[in-house]
Each structure stands twice: as structure tokens, then as C-alpha cells.
């Protein structure tokens, strides 16, 4: 059986690197799998949020996924607090995994930066709840960004050791599937300032991203004042080593395109990026135009937008609470 979890944080829109990394792919699996879509408010709060920004983000949140095609009739799409198998689940792995797993982890050394011993305990333990996130649901796949590939490794390995520790075959070991920017979809997508710093809602740059509620005019000029180099595209996809501005923008073609991007380059190479930028902006307007128009309608009704998230809780919990009761059961807490 196939059973697709993913998660996102509440916090700053929706931007072309969660689109293209997992999003996208997001809605591609609802059509064939049973899926499950999580907006993690219980990760969000490992670092300082404002309530009312965290109510309102929430809002944007589910209004974005929804415009950009996740479809509550088909994909389960609540937020993560109101199901409490992921926070109990958590506490039980958190029993499972080392704190040498976690030390390797490097999103938490790239977060919690020089003040380490500032950071909350939860910043610490978030790739533990994000395991239990998967591991609540047995899921077997997850669609993420190249990012997240590390988080998804601990799952696995929380996954193999809590089933060989209580001699059970209780998890299945999920899988990634990752999204990005080239053929294969495994390259992140990169700030528009700085091939080399990945995408990102925290970057203090606006203009580093394109983010999903921009307006054409200003993913035209997003795209027009990108970081580039001063050569011409190469013909060929080697000719884009060492030029990871270059190698970004054209990346980003190919993932709107649908394309190779030797394709790309086979029609660009040569050419400067002040042909080739234009087209791209143009490829991202008509992607990403419709997604906006459709998120600022669905925005304004808040109701609605809370009953799909209420609704979809109720969902999650059915298929969460028993599998959280198997994990009480092999760890003794209740009878067999
Ligand atoms: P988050 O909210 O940072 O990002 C959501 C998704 O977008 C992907 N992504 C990118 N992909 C490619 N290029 C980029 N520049 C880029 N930036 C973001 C991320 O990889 C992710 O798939 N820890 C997770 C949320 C989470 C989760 C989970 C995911 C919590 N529990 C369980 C999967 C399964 C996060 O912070 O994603």
C-alpha cells in the first residue's frame, strides 16, 4: 500500500522553491495515492511567533495550498496541532532516537546559529516530530525539497530502530521524493541573489524569492534584477558547472517548462540573459497567475477556509489514533 505524507511550516507565503520542490508534486500524488498534507504548527513554534501572525499564516497557508491545487475532497489537509498522535508519537520516538543522530543534524546548526545554547529544546527535537508526522500515518512516501532529504534519513532511521528495539513490523521505512529544478527534480531551487543559499521564506531579501502571491509585474522584476554572470548560455548542460546563478534561472525554466534542460539550452545557448530572462519571467507569470488569482478569492473567506482544515483534522485523527495505539502497545504501555 502507498500512503503519501507531507508537511509544511505556517510561516511566510508559499514561495517557487516550495512549489517546484514539493508542492507541485503534492497535488501530482493526489490523483494516485492516498495523500495526507499536514501545515505544521507545532514546528512553526520552535522558534518565536506572534499568535496573531501564526492564526493569520495558517489562513495564508491553506489558502495557498489550496489555490495552488490540493484538493480537500481527495488529500486530507489539516494542521498539525489538532491531531495529538504527532505530538505523543514524538515523545516516544524522541525515546528512540540519539542525541548523536541529532547532532549531525544541520538545519538545526544553520537555525539556531552562534546562540545554540539559546535556542529552544524543541528547534532541537524538531526532526523527531517530523518523524513522528510520517511514522503517524505509516506513510511510505514523502514528497519534499533536497533540503528536507536529511530529516527524512532520521525518519528512516527512527523508523528501523524503534521496529528492531520492540520486535515489530510496525513502520514501514518511508521514502522521499524530491522535487527541484532539473530533469530528475533533484536540485533546490536557489535565491535569485545567490546561487549558492538555497530559496528560502527567511531570507531577509524579498528579492532573493518569487513567492506565490507576487503580482506579474513583480516576478517580472524579481526575475529581470536576478544575480547573473556576464556569459552567454552554453549549448550544454556542462557549461552550466560553475555558474550556479546561471545554472538556478535555467533550472527553473526546465521545472516550469517541463522540460530537459539540455532542451532548454539547446534553444538558449548562446543567446544573453537579457533574451532569456524575459522568457522566464513570462513561463513564471503564466504558471504562477492563476495559482494567485485563485488565492486571493479563496483568502477572503476564512470560514471556509477554517472548516477545511476542521474537517480534514477529523480525517487525519481516524487514521493517526489507532496507529499511535499500536506504538503503546508495542512500547507496554496498554495490554496487547
Ligand atoms: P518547509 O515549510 O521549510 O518547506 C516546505 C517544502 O518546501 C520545500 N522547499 C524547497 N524545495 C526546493 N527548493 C527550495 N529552495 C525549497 N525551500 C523549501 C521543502 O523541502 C519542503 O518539502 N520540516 C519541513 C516541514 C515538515 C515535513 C514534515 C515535511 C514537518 N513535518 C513531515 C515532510 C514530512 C519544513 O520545514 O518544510
Not at 513522528?132 to 525518519?155: C, F, M, S
Amino acid at each position: 500500500m502507498t500512503r503519501v505524507f507531507s508537511g509544511i511550516q505556517p510561516t511566510g507565503n508559499l514561495h517557487l522553491g516550495n512549489y517546484l520542490g514539493a508542492i507541485r508534486n503534492w497535488v501530482a500524488m493526489q490523483d494516485h495515492y492516498e495523500c495526507v498534507y499536514c501545515i505544521v504548527d507545532l514546528h512553526a513554534i520552535t522558534v518565536s511567533q506572534a499568535p496573531a501572525a501564526l492564526r493569520d499564516g495558517m489562513r495564508d497557508m491553506t489558502a495557498a495550498l489550496l489555490a495552488s491545487g490540493v484538493d480537500p475532497d481527495r488529500a486530507v489537509l489539516f494542521n498539525q496541532s489538532r491531531v495529538p498522535a504527532h505530538a505523543e508519537l514524538a515523545w516516544i520516538l524522541m525515546c528512540t532516537a540519539r542525541v548523536g543522530w541529532l547532532n549531525r543534524m544541520t538545519q538545526f546548526k544553520d537555525k539556531a546559529g552562534k546562540d545554540r545554547e539559546g535556542a529552544s529544546v524543541g528547534l532541537y527535537t524538531y526532526p523527531v516530530l517530523q518523524a513522528a508526522d510520517i511514522l503517524a500515518y505509516k506513510a511510505t512516501h514523502v514528497p519534499v525539497g533536497d533540503d528536507q532529504k536529511q530529516h527524512l534519513e532520521l525518519a528512516r532511521d527512527i523508523a528501523i530502530k524503534f521496529n528492531a528495539d520492540y520486535a515489530v513490523n510496525l513502520f514501514p521505512i518511508p521514502e522521499p521524493v524530491i522535487g527541484g529544478t532539473d530533469a530528475h527534480g533533484t536540485a533546490r531551487v536557489m535565491s535569485l541573489r545567490d546561487g549558492t543559499a538555497k530559496m528560502s521564506k527567511s531570507d531577509p531579501s524579498d528579492m532573493s524569492r518569487i513567492n506565490l502571491t507576487d503580482d506579474a509585474e513583480a516576478i517580472a522584476n524579481k526575475i529581470k534584477r536576478a544575480k547573473t554572470d556576464p556569459e552567454p548560455l552554453p549549448s550544454e548542460a556542462a557549461g552550466l558547472a560553475g555558474r550556479p546563478e546561471a545554472r538556478n534561472l535555467v533550472g527553473l525554466y526546465a521545472a516550469l517548462a517541463g522540460e530537459k534542460i539540455a532542451d532548454v539550452l539547446t534553444r538558449f545557448g548562446g543567446q544573453g540573459f537579457g533574451t532569456f530572462k524575459p522568457a522566464l519571467a513570462e513561463l513564471t507569470v503564466a504558471t504562477l497567475a492563476p495559482i494567485n488569482t485563485e488565492y486571493v478569492h479563496l483568502r477572503r473567506d476564512v470560514a471556509s477556509l477554517d472548516a477545511v482544515l476542521a474537517a480534514g483534522a477529523v480525517r487525519a485523527n481516524a487514521i493517526a489514533a489507532p496507529i499511535l495505539a499500536e506504538a503503546q502497545r508495542a512500547v507496554g504501555f496498554i495490554g496487547v
